[in-house]
């Protein structure tokens, strides 16, 4: 069993930096894909971008692009995201999640493609 465990969240100004972390435990994830989700009430929830545990190849939402970093240290067990120039649209509940094999839909930018899941994060930005 794969568990993880954000940190992180908080209140920041827009224009504001912020840091989530995600601790993963459990049996050998190394093939794994890692991800970060965002969202809100009555929306979807939302890929904000992904990471792979053994190579460290990133993809990111195009609304992220140029202000937010995903990043892992595996001897920690631990992947962030950096996120920088924070917006009121950034508002969110984010949450880490994680996967291997063939994902659902044939893409990583699917919620569905993911098995395990934090618990989340408030992330709230103020105008």
């Known amino acids: 069993q794969v568990q993880l465990v954000e940190s992180g969240g908080g209140l920041v100004q827009a224009g504001g930096s912020l840091r989530l972390s995600c601790v993963v435990s459990?049996?050998?994830?190394?093939?794994?894909?890692m991800g970060w989700f965002r969202q809100t009430p009555g929306k979807e929830r939302e890929f904000v971008a992904r990471?792979?545990?053994?190579?460290?190849?990133?993809y990111y939402t195009d609304s992220v692009k140029g202000r937010f970093t995903i990043s892992r240290d595996n001897a920690k067990n631990t992947v962030y995201l950096q996120m920088n120039s924070l917006k009121p649209e950034d508002t969110a509940v984010y949450y880490c999640?994680?996967?291997?094999?063939?994902?659902?839909?044939?893409?990583?930018?699917?919620?569905?493609?993911?098995?395990?899941w934090g618990q989340g994060t408030q992330v709230t930005v103020s105008s």
């Open positions: 999640a994680t996967g291997s094999g063939t994902p659902a839909g044939g893409t990583w930018s699917s919620a569905s493609a993911y098995y395990y």
């Open positions: 459990g049996r050998t994830f190394s093939g794994y894909v």
């Open positions: 990471i792979s545990w053994s190579i460290g190849s990133t």
